[in-house]
């Protein structure tokens, strides 16, 4: 019973995170494609629930649809003339037929990778109840100079992108 | 029959991962492909946090899909303020026009 329902929202959570997908791919004005990018993220966001990672959760949409699409919202806004956005995001025919050739492949071995693996379970025992004092004690002791690294790129970031994108004066 | 094991995750983020690759190649507008590569670290961070869940069992992984939401964050701002200053250069941010560097 409650295995059902969980398999329910799971694939409603699965749908949410691929469908949008594809309209990303083979939509033609760019605004779809970024609102359907948007809910690409809030399902990828509800994958982390499933997966028992809250803290992710929430960093993703923090960071994703709070921050980056945003962020892409105000490039589009900044770049295109609005009077020609129903083809402001086309392909190229050429090449989409030479990735789907490599999608195919891909597919194949994916498959036979899928059909031919065998999964190492360590049970969920093992894993916290909470993961946010977890991560907070690895990001303090073993992943510390990573975080220290980032922090230094990200005033890096901060910085850079102000000088590149600053209005230069006449 | 249980959905949520770790193939239906690995299905999902390789779909991810194919819409990313072929909007990273087929699409011309500048924006466009930055999606797909947005796309692809997505599917990357969501591999890891399950099998960090679904087979390891401990929080290594979800420290790597922290970097890589991270690393994302800081690639978006940087890409956009270098795609304002090629906009602001050229008018123009259809990736088969930019063609300057091209011998």
Wanted: glycine share 8%.
């Amino acid at each position: 019973m409650t295995s059902g329902l969980n398999n329910i929202v799971f694939l409603c959570v699965a749908l949410l995170t691929t469908v949008p997908c594809l309209v990303v791919v083979f939509s033609r004005n760019i605004l779809y494609s970024a609102f359907a990018l948007f809910f690409t993220f809030l399902g990828t966001s509800g994958l982390y629930f499933f997966l028992d990672a809250e803290f992710l959760a929430i960093t993703q949409v923090v960071v994703y649809i709070g921050g980056v699409s945003v962020l892409l919202l105000f490039a589009i806004l900044l770049t295109k003339n609005v009077d020609a956005i129903r083809k402001t995001n086309m392909m190229s025919g050429g090449r989409m037929a030479l990735v789907a050739a490599a999608a195919i492949v891909l597919l194949g071995s994916f498959g036979y990778a899928l059909k031919s693996a065998v999964w190492v379970h360590s049970g969920s025992s093992a894993y916290p109840a909470t993961t946010i004092n977890g991560l907070g004690d690895l990001l303090m002791s073993k992943y510390l100079m990573p975080f220290e690294i980032i922090s230094v790129l990200l005033l890096a970031v901060l910085i850079g992108s102000l000088v590149i994108a600053r209005r230069s004066v006449k | 029959m249980d959905l949520t094991g770790i193939p239906s995750y690995l299905g999902i983020s390789f779909i991810l991962f194919l819409a990313g690759l072929m909007t990273v190649v087929s699409k011309r507008n500048i924006i466009g492909i930055f999606m797909g590569v947005e796309l692809i670290l997505n599917s990357a961070a969501l591999n890891f946090a399950a099998f960090s869940r679904l087979t390891a069992g401990n929080l290594e992984g979800q420290m790597v899909s922290l970097f890589v939401i991270v690393l994302a964050a800081a690639e978006a701002a940087i890409a956009l303020a270098l795609l304002l200053a090629i906009y602001k250069r050229y008018r123009d941010i259809d990736a088969d026009n930019l063609t300057t560097l091209k011998l």
